[in-house]
């Protein structure tokens, strides 16, 4: 199902799209790997030396429009074609708001919100010509409920949801489908933290993720999955 397509995975350099890129690979997607640092083109080298045949790596920050624009011209030119854009690169950080500087409100609306909308929008033109495409986004499960000294991050995720759902319908008559992830705590380094650290251990894994990302871009093209939420067993939240 998935074999020859093509697909363009932001913040592939560790964490969540890291693996995205490895489940992929087993799929043999071809694979765009993305991401703001130079980590990047070790990550597609890596992938090379394990035998994966069809991978670019771009640096590119996606709050930047002309970044975000080569990402996708860069695709092109390697592949001829767009089919899934996985919008995974993100950040956070959780304190009490009256610490949040409006730089770091700034910084996380640029990376989360204007990332996912500029990567979005840039692959539309390509995949509506094709008259399909995926649109998956890693949002979170603080899109549907809040917590504490998360106001930034969590105002964040509530905007990505947002969009993603205006996006779906608007974009449903050109074949293309939107849809969210939405996970609870997964062992990665996202807030500065590590990946593997031991009071991590009940926390979702890397793998969890990366195979809903896998299960939703492999549905059949009459089905469309707008949202899976996942959280670890051990963890407590509220459902509706
Ligand atoms: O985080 P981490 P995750 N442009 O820090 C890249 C969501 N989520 O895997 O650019 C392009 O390990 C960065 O690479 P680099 C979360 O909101 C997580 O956990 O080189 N790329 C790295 O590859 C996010 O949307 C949890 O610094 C940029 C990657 O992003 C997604 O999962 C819970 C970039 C981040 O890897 C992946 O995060 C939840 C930019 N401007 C949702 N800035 C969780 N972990 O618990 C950063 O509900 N990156």
Known sequence: M?????AIVTGASRGIGREITEQFAKENVKLAVVGSSEQI?????????SGVEHVISVQADVSIEEDVQQMVEKTIAAYGKIDILVNNAGVGFFKPTEEVTAAEWKHIFDVNVQGVFLSSKAV?????????????????????????????????????????GSLAQEVREYGIR?????????????????????????????????????????APKHMLIDEIKIHPFAQQYPIA
């Open 2 to 6: 998935l074999k020859d397509q093509v």
């Open 41 to 49: 083109h070790t990550v597609a080298k890596e992938l090379q030396e």
């Open 178 to 218: 939107v849809g969210t992830i939405n996970p609870g705590m997964v062992d990665t380094y996202f807030a500065d933290s590590t990946q593997g650290l031991p009071e991590k251990e009940d926390w979702l894994k890397v793998e969890d993720i990366a195979k809903s990302v896998v299960y939703m871009a492999s």
């Open 124 to 164: 539309l033109p390509t995949m509506k010509s094709q008259k399909f495409g995926t649109i998956i986004t890693i949002s979170s499960d603080v899109a549907r409920y809040t917590i504490p000294n998360a106001s930034a991050y969590v105002a964040t995720k509530y905007a990505v949801q947002g969009f993603c």
